[in-house]
């Protein structure tokens, strides 16, 4: 038989073998296309390439660049050591490492190829697929597909270079590995000591860990050190690892309380016992890909999903401007005629006047330039526009904020000077003692705020938006006797007015307000173009939805390698499941009952690692936005990826089971 003859039949022998491998590349090769097609658009770049959505998108490629890495390496590791017997028996037969060298690659060229050649297909394609979903979302500015050379490099030379390093891996291990590693290369499973009171120590650690990572994040335990917060998160992270290889052995000690329950599963519980500690690696690869999926892809789609409910908080009134001494000047009465008269109902319209002063706090022990806008409002003024009642003293300050925390909030002391922003010079950028702040302020009239003199409130004054180079959002309210003081002090221009309307308001009404306020401004809108409710939600909504479908793909990828790593753990086990079969025949277990044990086992080990990643996924969510009132809100949007996730897993369950019973055979 010649060499040529023994790579045919070797090939067409293990085709079945291959497909999983064949898969994975595909499917990598299609995905890098998908999304270097999205980063060389030159829609994409025209519309997005200065923002911050780009250097998503740039990230987002980085991820799925290193992704493929990890992963192709991982199911190449899998199926060299898969194939141990195989190649041992190629060596005991008398072929020479550089024949099995030479029969590797014929073979992995083969899979290149036509991974190469279908993954490239399919990724133009699903490319098509994805801009038309993507497209779905961009409501004003929709992308077209384009084929991009770059885009075919890109993904051909990182899935070459990905190729040429597992080959020389392949090559070093065939070398490295005697006949006896070789041969026995399939059976290893790194089986350990499994240490009860070592497992029930690691679920102790691991409970206090998650019940405390909340709590530290909110600063209601253990203020201001940051690195507990970092400890607890890393130990969220790795005592699941100690957990899958030692928790069956806590259950079956738990379980033998219960006897009847005990001896009723007792080969299933000894089955898992070796497959948990064996696998644990796996499991614990697993459950972390599911719950990085669950996280990425739910903390995007909750963000897609309450682009609405987001909006509307940020942005209470349908129009906002503001009118400064130069531009935008325009009276309520002429605002109201201009709406009126494209069919809009106005509901409120008001104006809120304010000032603009440079403002020092307390950091960190030292007194830094906090902002060098603050915008400052009379309690008098805010009292009529909100309707409250609040009374200050010429030491006292409200902070309205728009955004409500659960975290309490402390206001360091505060410094606000009467001063604009050309008279902050360097000394005032860097951050400096009390005692040297107070001397710099000493040509400057200052009102100091003492931290438990400024009181926090959240109130929907005005909309948080950006608007002639400063962020609004946020006011301190302060005496009017002092605001007048102020006031008579200051230049013109640091004068300003917020004027602020609710009701129907459409889009020819908005524009042409815009037109009357560029008209009046002698065609100058400046950075101060009025702020559109509907038009800040349809952004919203075209970023939120891009970056949810961007990262949807990153999610889809992380849930798919779960299922491979885990398809191929299990399939490498059949061997040595054969052996435990025929050993549970001799005792007289039958074929039905083979078969249910063996459901159970695979439903343990497939739906455990899973719900496991899916909790983990969800919790790591929750702290993450805990933080915010409607926390439980946003966590039942992922709740609902979830149970999306949990469905996929139950089809992959059933499908994996055909499979598993396929393979086993005869042993049934």
Known sequence: MTFSSIVRKNFIYNVRKYMSLYFVNTLIVAILFMFGSLLFNSDVYRQVGTTTLYEVIKSALMGVVLFS???????????????????GMYITLGMTTKDLTRLLFLEQAGILIISLVTGLVSGGVFSKLFYMGLNQMLIINPIRFEFSVNSLLLSSGI???????????????????????????????????SNFILGMITMVIFVVSAYLLPKILLEQVFQNQSY??????????????????????????????????????????????????????????????????????????????????NNDMENPFD????????????????????????????????????????????????????????????????????????????????ESRLHAENMKYEIPTAFISVMNTEQLDTQF???????????????????????????????????????????????????????DQWKAEIRQEQIKKFHLIKGDINEQGYQSLVNALRERNGSEMDDLKPIYKE??????????????????????????????VLFHKVLSDIEDQKESLYSLQRMGVTSKELKNIISKELAITFFFPTLFG??????????????????????????????????LQIIFYFVSRRKYFSELGKSL
């Open 614 to 647: 899916l909790g983990l996924g969800l919790y790591y969510f929750y702290v993450l936005f805990s933080n915010r009132p409607n926390v439980l809100q946003i966590v039942e949007k992922a709740c609902m990826v979830a149970l999306i996730f949990l469905v």
């Open 429 to 483: 950028q860097e951050s400096m003692s009390k005692e040297d702040l107070l001397q710099a302020l000493a040509q400057y009239p200052y009102v100091e705020y003492p931290s438990q003199h400024i009181t926090s409130i959240n109130l929907p004054f005005i909309n948080f938006s950006e608007l002639a180079g400063g962020y609004y959002g946020t006011a301190l309210v302060v005496d009017d006797q002092v605001y």
């Open 159 to 193: 899935f070459l270079l990905i190729f040429i390093c597992n080959f020389i891996f392949n090559i070093l291990y065939i070398r490295k590995t005697s006949i006896i590693d070789v041969l026995n290369a399939s059976s290893k499973k790194g089986v350990g000591e």
């Open 319 to 398: 129009i906002m401007f503001v009118e400064t001494n130069q531009l935008n000047m325009m009276n309520a009465g002429e605002v109201e005629q201009i709406l009126k008269e494209q069919g809009n109902t106005i509901e409120q319209n008001s104006t809120l006047e304010f000032i603009e002063l440079p403002q020092f706090r307390d950091y960190k022990g030292a007194m830094v330039l906090w902002v060098d806008r603050t915008c400052i409002i009379s309690e008098s003024h805010f009292n009529q526009h909100m309707g409250t009642q609040y009374e200050l003293k010429v030491d006292q300050a409200l």
């Open 228 to 309: 507990l917060f970092i400890l607890f998160l890393v130990l969220t992270l790795i005592c699941p690892y100690i957990i899958f290889g030692t928790l069956i052995v806590v259950i079956k000690s738990i379980m033998k309380i219960f006897k009847k329950t005990y001896n009723n599963n007792l080969i299933v519980l000894s089955n898992l016992s070796h497959r948990f500690l064996s696998y644990k690696s796996t499991l614990y690869i697993v459950s972390i890909l599911i719950a990085g999926a669950i996280f990425f892809i739910g903390m995007f789609y909750s963000m897609y999903a309450t682009s609405r409910d």
């Open 69 to 87: 890495i990890v992963f192709i390496t991982y199911s190449n590791i899998s199926f060299m050591k898969y194939r141990g017997k195989e190649f």
């Open 535 to 564: 038009a800040e939600f349809k952004r919203k909504l075209e970023s939120n939805g891009t970056i949810f479908f961007i990262v949807l793909f990153l999610g889809a990828l992380f849930a798919i390698a779960s299922g491979v």
